[in-house]
């Protein structure tokens, strides 16, 4: 499959990146929504297999980062359903990994736009999630804003240690796809994301997860520093139809370590 395209537009006034690849006429489209702090770079390994868009949300990659946003999870929701709109697409296959699991609040208002769900070392929509220690330094005002001004190469190096189970820090490539669009406008839609998501909040938005009947795929690093294995678990037992794949061997970004897994996620978000 030919590499994806580079796209640029405007939705509601501000800039929108996204990343797309031919999917089959009348299939519903793989949509791939990253986490923090990454942007649709991490997709295209997947879209060159699936096909598909993968956007940079609001306030990440090359997408706008406007000050005048909040950041919360139900904007992002309906920024999901806004840029589905705007590119005439109806039906989706959604993949979500990190904070792309605001995803999820979109696929459970709009249901019937989605046709299957992976989900990948997600934040817990669920009961009994604690933040970790680095969201903890986030969410707490003035200290949140002088680690935000740490984070250049050197310490992304060293914090990215923790990451992943392969030896070392996060690949080179990895690392310059975050610190390229590290900007103070990422940096704000970090804090205030995290800042309006308390743990209760992320409870009640998944509180509807159990009426999303559709084909679902939960793939789980058990070795991820910032989420619980038995988030993965949870995730799998509220979904009707889920498959859980558990990888002991793997961390928070789990096909880096296990580059099987990208066929395995392919297979299943491949149209037809």
């Not at 070392?168 to 796809?177: A, I, K, V, Y």
């Not at 991820?224 to 961390?251: H, K, S, T």
């Amino acid at each position: 499959m030919p590499a994806p395209s580079e796209n640029h537009g405007e939705l509601d006034g501000l800039p929108v990146y996204w990343r797309a690849a031919d999917t089959p006429p009348g299939e519903p489209v793989p949509l791939y929504l990253h986490g923090v702090p990454n942007n649709s770079d991490e997709w295209v390994s997947m879209l060159e297999r699936t096909g598909g868009i993968a956007p940079d949300l609001p306030g990440f990659g090359r997408s706008g980062k406007s000050g005048a946003r909040r950041y919360t999870m139900r904007e992002y929701d309906r920024f999901i359903e806004s840029f589905l709109d705007m590119l005439e697409i109806d039906r989706v296959r959604l993949l979500v990994h990190d904070w792309g699991g605001v995803g999820l609040l979109f696929a459970q208002r709009m249901p019937e736009r989605i046709e299957r769900v992976a989900i990948v070392n997600a934040v817990p929509l669920l009961p009994g999630y604690r933040w970790h220690r680095t969201a903890r330094i986030w969410r707490t005002w003035g200290l949140g804003e002088l680690s935000m001004g740490t984070i250049g190469k050197f310490t992304l190096r060293h914090l990215s240690r923790e990451s992943n189970v392969t030896p070392g820090p996060m690949p080179e490539e990895w690392q310059r796809s975050v610190l390229d669009h590290f900007d103070q406008g990422t940096q704000r839609a970090i804090l205030r994301l995290y800042r309006s998501s308390p743990p209760q909040a992320l409870a009640d938005a998944g509180r509807r997860l159990g009426t999303l009947d559709v084909p679902a795929l939960v793939a789980w690093g058990m070795r991820d520093p910032y989420i619980p294995a038995r988030f993965g678990r949870a995730y799998a037992d509220v979904l009707p139809q889920a498959e859980l794949f558990e990888m002991e061997d793997a961390g928070h970004w789990p096909w880096l370590d296990r580059p099987d897994l990208l066929d395995r996620l392919a297979g299943f978000m491949s149209p037809g």
